[in-house]
């Protein structure tokens, strides 16, 4: 089959990205899909016969990801995010007024081809929530109004200038804030390499390569405190000192940047302005374990931060940061994007790296773990974006330095991404221990509309909720695991005293239905029927005994499925029947704190 | 792999004269207790391979000895003192001193609840395992209330040997690893889509005929459901003629080559209606050719042919 010249190229591009071809599957398939607008049965077959793959390994692969399709959508495709920061303010109306305005339904096609719609899960924009994307065009803050304006653009044959940059990362410094890692967030062309070597770039990677050994970097990572910013909060240095050292097989260094927990969008704008902080990071680590390739795993809607990245990485081999004998220093390491395809899984370390290889992101079986045998069966370190991109300050200006911006054993400050029913969403950055209370009422400016807080979802949806008592705890690892929820990824999403609990059940099991990779029963079957169940009693259609049953069976995916998605479906829903348990029995009798009791009688 | 899997009794005629044995190779052994009785087994062996040596009668679906364990049912699980959640048997390997419960009520509870939700999404109605968990566990899958979701579809009849019926089927996977890199690299089917709309497919869900399959039947050897069957099986149930209690299982050797596999014929009146290979066979470990699994009408068009 002959491709236009620039998908040629493209291949070409991807099948030299890998020691696997596999791997080059599931981007093949993606930008085949850009490019054609669907995956015909020719083009998949001339990818099989490129890759050296047999059509079911092609099509298995394909039917995973919710990206890839076989049949075309509209030449604008519309992605509604409902999920929850967004549906806080008013997702779900504005999907509706799309749907409406349109005249189409979900993953359904306009008659003339010019749009199609499709309601999708968190998008990475919930500081400018609600959002859509037109193909992979993120547009934010939206009323009704404004998508109006932006579909007639569209129809008009006109192209809307999407989001320059994430919603609410660019904003007067606050003076509770510790800009390390954000610190170029808001200069002009800080993507730029040479704006980043004038803002101390590539400083702590001289030094890393020159003045240290690897085991006296990874001891001062250790000595930083840094703990993985991608959710489980693993110390950062202890997972590089597992690496083996005694080993002839290759080693690589992954950076996660699948950002997928809803409320979470922090690793975009870091990317987004400041991509050779992750590079550097990366670069260092590889020195740290030995390792020589790294891969960034940038999810697929992400395409125009896949973008810089690449043009990042260009940019620093130009200049000698990248490839063969970096500095002069005789350290060689290689680089390369990786695009995922819409799936939340995989943001797990294991079903990312199967993901890589270009299969189904099922997870794995652990031990063995990743650092002895991850990637291709070989060594292997993952962290999330921000971890990587805090290590050239740490090496920069040393671990006990950045230990010191925070809390015992808790180092440095995070990133967080605030949204939800605060009068400032935006993303921050703060010291670790900082009181949660003052993110809520300094930092984001409080609850808008003058509201009451109801409930405050720590760090993404997989936490359990806190209620507004429970909010005077500083932010740091220990302290909220005490508090019985989890720091997780920094997305922090505020709700009001308006806000219907079972209607967030709801929509949180929603998101953990969609998502389940479906490969172990408890989490396949059990987040199906929670799903079910929650639809139901939101409806009005519960039963008293549904509200133990939902309890119970959440209980019991708890630590039984085959990878913590499972708890992650478990832990908000139990904590929200047990805190607002009230609301449950509320809506048996037709009663809802958010909507009225016309609807409610109306369905029941 | 499972010691204690007891060995087929093959009617292979032995030949006379001492048969060399290979030399042990040493394996040490480790200690456990499980239910509180102690147990050793060779370095190595799992959970479920020590609790089989004690006569515990640990449930699993998606296991089997001759596959490579994919951990996804969870209904082995059992409680490990000093971890946090409870852990799969067939695949968690035992470490001297453990101590293991498999009964207790956070067991029991579990193991209801998977097979609660089997039952509910699921035709279980010819998966020989099912009634008796179910029972044991004291599972019932209709109390978590009406419409449930379910997998129900129409069988699938595209060919004369064999039928799928994914509305029986649990997503065991045992029938991909059979058709793939575990037994006969063929890679027919696969599962497609995620969650609980994941199911399994032919590439693009076309006919069997037109997909890469070879009619070896070795997915239906491993299906612990019944959702791959004879073609033979499926017509005389819908006929109402299946009657296991008329069957014969006649252990002999495949006449078509030189591999010798082994073959269970089930017979009914007479008549082959199935032929299976054991799984804990050395020489075929489950799997056949299309030759051995249906090629078997000749035995009828030869003259006849009388069993026992
Ligand atoms: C279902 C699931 C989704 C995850 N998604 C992400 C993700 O999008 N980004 C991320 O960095 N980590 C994610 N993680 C955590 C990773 O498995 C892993 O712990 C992390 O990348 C390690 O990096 P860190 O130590 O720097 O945090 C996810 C975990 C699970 C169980
Ligand atoms: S818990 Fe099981 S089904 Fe859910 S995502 Fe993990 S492996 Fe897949
Ligand atoms: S009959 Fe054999 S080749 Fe066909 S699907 Fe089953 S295992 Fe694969
Ligand atoms: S068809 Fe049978 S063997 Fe295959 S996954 Fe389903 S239940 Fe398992
Ligand atoms: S973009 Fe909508 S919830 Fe994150
Ligand atoms: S039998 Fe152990 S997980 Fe299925």
Known sequence: MELPPPLEAKFNDLLGRYPVKRSALIPMMLYAQDQFGSLGDEILEEIAKRLDLNMIQVTETLAYYSMLRRKPAGRYHIQVCTNISCMLRG????????????????????????????????????????????????????????????LEQLQDGKKPKPEPVTSGSQHDRLPAEVPVISRRFGIANSHKIDVYLQTEGYQALEKALKQMTPDQIVDEVKKSNLRGRGGAGFPTGMKWSFVPKDTNKPKYILANCDESEPGTCKDRPLMEMDPHQLIEGMVIAGKAVGAHVGYAYIRGEYRYIIDIMDAA???????????????????????????????????????????????????????????????????????????????????????????????????????????????RPGIYELPLGFPLRRLIEEVAGGIAGGKKLKAVI?????CPLLSADEIDIPMDYDSVAKAGSMLGSGGTVIMDEDTCMVDMARRIMHFYAHESCGWCIPCREGTAWLRKMLDRFHE????????????????????????????????????????????????????????????????? | MSDTASAPQPLIPVPRGPVPKAPLRQRKMVELKIDGKSVSVPEGSTILDAARKLGIDTPTLCFLESLAPVNVCRVCVVELEGSRT??????????????VQTDSERVRLSRRIVLEFLASSVNVSTAPAFPEYLKRYDAHPERFGLSAATVAQPVKVDNDLYVRDYSKCILCYKCVEACGVEAQNTFAIAVAGRGFSAHI?????????????????????VCPTGALMFKSEYDMRQAGTWDESRQTHTDTICPYCGVGCNLTLDAQDGKIVRVMSPVGNAVTHGSLCIKGRFGYQFVEIQPAQKEK
Request: hydrophobic share 35%.
């Open chain 2, 201 to 221: 497919s032919t590439e693009y869900d076309v006919p069997l005929p037109d997909s890469a399959c070879v009619y070896c039947g070795n997915c239906i050897g």
């Open chain 1, 540 to 604: 009005g259609g519960g039963r008293e005994e549904d509200i133990p049953l939902i309890d119970e069976l959440s209980k019991n995916m708890l630590g039984r499925t085959f990878c913590p998605l499972g708890d992650a479906a478990a832990l908000p829903t139990i904590s929200i029947v047990k805190k607002w348990r009230n609301e449950f029995e509320e809506h048996l009798q037709g009663k809802c704190s958010h909507r009225p009791a016309e609807v409610i009688a109306a369905a029941l």
């Open chain 1, 458 to 462: 720590p760090g993404g949806s997989s």
């Open chain 2, 86 to 99: 409870l852990v799969p048997a067939c695949s968690r390997k035992v470490e001297p001193g453990m101590s």
């Open chain 1, 91 to 150: 997702g779900n109306e504005l999907y509706q007024h799309v749907q409406r305005r349109l005249g189409i339904g979900n993953k359904e096609v306009s008659p003339t081809g010019t749009f199609s719609l499709e309601e999708v899960e968190c998008m990475g924009a919930c500081t400018g929530a609600p959002a859509l994307q037109v193909n992979y065009d993120f547009h934010e803050n939206l009323t009704p109004e404004k998508v109006d304006i932006l």
């Open chain 1, 313 to 423: 990485i260009s940019e620093a081999y130009a200049k000698g940061y990248l490839g063969k004998n970096i500095l002069g220093s005789g350290f060689d390491f290689d680089l390369v994007t990786h695009t995922g395809a819409g799936a939340y899984e995989c943001g797990e370390e294991s079903a990312l790296m199967e993901s890589l290889e270009g299969k189904r992101g099922y997870p794995r079986i652990r031990p063995p773990f990743p650092a002895v045998v991850g990637l291709y069966g070989c060594p292997t370190v993952i962290n999330n974006a921000e971890s990587l991109s805090t290590i050239p300050a740490i090496i920069r200006q040393g671990g006990e330095w950045y230990a010191n911006l925070g809390t015992p054993k808790n180092g440095g400050t995070r990133l967080y991404s605030i949204s939800g029913h605060v009068n």
